[in-house]
């Protein structure tokens, strides 16, 4: 998704957590993971327990090289998505958070 049409859609006014999540996922795609990171932490703003959130956000500061946020991000995301029930995406940030600490130790 191009995010510059995302972007006018806030610029309007439309400001929510799907908006900002789909921001956030589309700065991510076309390689800007700073801009990726705004949004993803406005979308928690809006949904403090959305945990696709959490883990692009884990993501997206991972590829901005900030290990130590995303070491964060994850752990919420995780303590968050099993508090909720959501075990699919409390494994999956499981998984990125054991890479990412790999990658760190190595």
Known sequence: MDPTA???LLAAGQDNLMLRFGLGSAWLKQGDPARAIDHLRAALRHDPAHSAS???LGRALAAAGR?????????AGIRIAEEKGDIQAAKEMQVFLKRLRKTDAG
């Open 54 to 56: 959490h883990k692009l």
């Open 6 to 8: 995302l972007e006018r």
């Open 67 to 75: 290990n130590a946020e995303a070491v964060a991000a994850y752990e």
